[in-house]
């Protein structure tokens, strides 16, 4: 079982960064792919970021490449979205996801992940 909480949402103009972290309780976080998604209002959840769970590998949504970086430390238990250069339309609930039976590839599917946060809010105004 693993347990994640996100946090490092908060509005920001247009143009500008933030990072967002996700803390993972168990020992098994180390071994997991790590994802970012996020949700408009009105829209269904998308993918954003993934990583393996070496930290090697990661993939990012087309709208997102460029401007966002996904990485983890297995020794925090953490994952972190780094995101510059923000736009309205990044605004969303952004969460965190963790994949048990991904092995060492990524997924850019909701349903290949199977615990998630609770959100956190990005706002970026124009």
């Known amino acids: 079982q693993v347990q994640l909480v996100e946090s490092g949402g908060g509005l920001v103009q247009a143009g500008g960064s933030l990072r967002l972290s996700c803390a993972a309780s168990?020992?098994?976080?180390?071994?997991?792919?790590m994802g970012w998604f996020r949700q408009a209002p009105g829209k269904e959840r998308e993918f954003v970021a993934a990583?393996?769970?070496?930290?090697?590998?990661?993939t990012y949504a087309d709208s997102v490449k460029g401007r966002f970086t996904i990485s983890r430390d297995n020794a925090k238990n953490t994952v972190y979205l780094q995101m510059n250069s923000l736009k309205p339309e990044d605004t969303a609930v952004y969460y965190c996801?963790?994949?048990?039976?991904?092995?060492?590839?990524?997924?850019?599917?909701?349903?290949?992940?199977?615990?998630w946060g609770q959100g956190t809010q990005v706002t970026v105004s124009s």
């Open positions: 996801a963790a994949g048990s039976s991904l092995g060492s590839a990524w997924s850019r599917y909701v349903n290949k992940y199977d615990y």
């Open positions: 168990g020992r098994t976080f180390s071994t997991y792919t």
């Open positions: 990583v393996t769970w070496t930290g090697r590998s990661t």
